[in-house]
């Protein structure tokens, strides 16, 4: 069995800053890709930030860019998201995934392995 456990959220004041962990436990995993995803009340999930496992390939969502970092640990199945810049619609449960695949995809039903999410919320 395979788990994925995500920490790092909590409550931070616009502008500010927080670091997600997300580590997996259990069967060995390859975890080709690692990703963030979010999910905000009333919304679909949706795409934050993937990162391959060599670390050297990294893709964001437009909406973070600039502003949020992806980056894996080097025992590799550890992955880090850091959120600066923080703003009022950034308030979502953040989700860690993982997938053996070699294919990149944005889309949450193409991710086999999933964590029970962590709630970052941004106040005025």
């Known amino acids: 069995q395979v788990q994925l456990v995500e920490s790092g959220g909590g409550l931070v004041q616009a502008g500010g800053s927080l670091r997600l962990s997300c580590a997996i436990s259990?069967?060995?995993?390859?975890?080709?890709?690692m990703a963030w995803f979010r999910q905000a009340p009333g919304k679909e999930r949706e795409f934050v930030a993937t990162?391959?496992?060599?670390?050297?390939?990294?893709y964001y969502a437009d909406s973070v860019k600039d502003r949020f970092a992806i980056s894996r640990g080097n025992a590799r199945n550890v992955a880090f998201l850091q959120m600066n810049s923080l703003k009022q619609e950034d308030t979502a449960v953040y989700y860690c995934?993982?997938?053996?695949?070699?294919?990149?995809?944005?889309?949450?039903?193409?991710?086999?392995?999933w964590g029970q999410g962590t709630q970052v919320t941004v106040s005025s």
């Open positions: 995934a993982a997938d053996d695949s070699l294919s990149l995809s944005r889309l949450p039903r193409d991710w086999d392995y």
């Open positions: 259990g069967r060995t995993l390859s975890a080709n890709w």
């Open positions: 990162i391959y496992r060599s670390g050297g390939l990294m």
